[in-house]
């Protein structure tokens, strides 16, 4: 199984409505989740972590997440979607290996927001 | 921005050259990675280091090598390139395993 999933390829959301993408994750313990933005021929850029805590993550640029330990998600949202926001969205977790922890990353999802 | 530079920044050669491409961090961060972003896989760990001379194996390592001889530079080796390894290559640090990453801008490479 993934360690780390998102479901969908693509999200489609008009400017000024609610964004969610979405994250499940597949690891035992107390997960380390990340989540970053990557812009077109750029790296990716970190928008915000969850180790412990509060359930409630907020990050970079208004984005926030929600962590959910039975449903074993970390959903990112944000209240109010901007055009600025199209990107691709990456969830990563890391993952216990041999003593260690490896970083292992979802397969993205393109974020479109029409003006 | 984290002071990472990765070069080239794009290259084309032929199958059966060697290739390295390099990481060159000015953060003094411990951890350096390195992985591939293909259409539909998004991001796989191909190598990863813990220090100076310490790596390790990620999950798609088979035909590639690394080093890391110096805290701020870590290179990766394509021994003999295939055109399966035409990808997008990026490298990331960090200052502990569970700290977030920064990336570089990636390097472009065509094998063919």
């Known amino acids: 199984a993934q360690s780390v999933a998102q479901p969908e390829d693509q999200v489609n959301v008009a400017e000024g409505n609610p964004l969610t993408v979405k994250c499940t994750y597949s690891?035992?313990?107390?997960?380390?989740l990340f989540w970053y933005v990557q812009y077109p021929n750029r790296g990716l850029q970190f928008l915000l972590k969850?180790?412990?805590?509060?359930?409630l993550v907020k990050g970079s640029y208004g984005f926030e997440a929600e962590f959910n330990k039975s449903q074993t998600s970390f959903h990112l949202k944000k209240p109010s979607a901007l055009v600025s926001d199209s990107a691709l969205y990456f969830c990563?977790?890391?993952?216990?290996?041999?003593?260690?922890?490896?970083?292992?990353f979802g397969r993205g999802t393109s974020l479109i927001v029409h003006p | 921005d984290a002071g990472i530079t990765q070069s080239p920044r794009h290259k084309v050669t032929e199958t059966g050259t060697p290739v390295t491409l390099r990481c060159h961090q000015t953060?003094?961060?411990?951890?350096m990675y390195w992985y591939r972003q293909d259409p539909g896989h998004g991001l796989r760990l191909i190598h990863y280091?813990?220090?100076?001379?310490?790596?390790d194996k990620g999950e798609v390592s088979d035909g590639y090598s690394v080093s890391r001889s110096k805290t701020e530079d870590f290179l990766l080796t394509l021994e003999s390139a295939t055109s399966s390894q035409t990808s997008v290559y990026f490298c990331?640090?960090?200052?502990?395993?569970?700290?977030?990453?920064?990336f570089g801008d990636g390097t472009r490479l065509s094998i063919l």
């Open positions: 953060e003094n961060h411990r951890y």
């Open positions: 990331a640090i960090s200052q502990t395993v569970n700290q977030p990453q920064h």
């Open positions: 990563a977790v890391n993952k216990p290996s041999g003593g260690s922890y490896i970083p292992t």
């Open positions: 690891v035992s313990g107390n997960p380390y």
């Open positions: 280091s813990y220090g100076v001379k310490d790596t």
């Open positions: 969850y180790i412990t805590g509060d359930n």
